[in-house]
């Protein structure tokens, strides 16, 4: 089920908060990924665990989750011309 917005329509794009929100975690995953395959090994302080390496893959997983909800479900800005009350509650036929 996909709800594109109509040809008229304006989408929030990049000013969504879930691609900003989605964007930072995406950042931070690669940070932590590079540093748990690269970085000093401190094996001994998390018990033997890469927590770096995990804690970026999850936050990779959250990353794609983010930005597919903002690809998948779009936040359509009404124009201002328009009066969002009538898109909130249509009149009834």
Not at 52 to 73: E, H, I, P
Request: aromatic content about 8%; cysteine-free.
């Amino acid at each position: 089920m996909n709800d594109a917005p109509e040809s008229g329509k304006k989408v929030a794009g990049a000013f969504d908060v879930r691609v900003v929100v989605g964007s930072l975690m995406g950042i931070y995953a690669v940070i932590l990924l590079l540093m748990g395959l690269f970085g000093d090994e401190a094996a001994d302080k998390t018990g033997g665990v890469n927590a770096n390496l995990y804690a970026g893959m999850g936050l990779v997983v959250l990353s794609v989750g983010f930005l597919g909800w903002a690809r998948w479900r779009p936040i359509v800005v009404v124009p201002p011309n328009e009066d969002a009350r009538d898109l909130e509650h249509p009149a009834p036929r």
